[in-house]
Nanobody
Framework: VQLQASGGGLVQPGGSLRLSCAAS????????MAWYRQVPEKERDLVAM???????EYADSVKDRFTISGDVAKATIRLQMAALESEDTAVYYC???????????????WGQGTQVTVSS
């Protein structure tokens, strides 16, 4: 099973973009999903996450601009991004965290990444 992310592209500052992520098959016991982003030579940072019960959290830098939504049980999420800034330019990755009933207790799934470029 793979996560497939889409929706990246080039957008002007102040614009909007929506990213989507879906699993190619069924993933059992996903307890949360998230979007991360990474710029060259830096670590991958959490942007937003959503739990199976619908709780959400955001990085301070994107609060009030980005909205995460979706159906975690179906491993399908979206990230609506508004008021984009040049600092939002990065490769965005979706992530799914699934619980196992045996070691190693957690199965991690990463999407392939989608480039978001904010530039005039």
């Amino acid at each position: 099973v793979q996560l497939q992310a889409s929706g990246g592209g080039l957008v002007q500052p102040g614009g909007s973009l929506r990213l989507s992520c879906a699993a190619s098959g069924s993933i059992a016991n996903v307890n949360y999903m998230a979007w991360y982003r990474q710029v060259p030579e830096k670590e991958r940072d959490l942007v937003a996450m959503i739990t199976a019960t619908g709780g959400t959290e955001y990085a301070d830098s994107v609060k009030d601009r980005f909205t995460i939504s979706g159906d975690v049980a179906k491993a399908t999420i979206r990230l609506q991004m508004a008021a984009l800034e040049s600092e939002d330019t990065a490769v965005y990755y979706c992530y799914a965290n699934a619980l196992l009933n045996r070691h190693p207790w957690v199965q991690r799934y990463w999407g392939q990444g989608t480039q978001v470029t904010v530039s005039s």
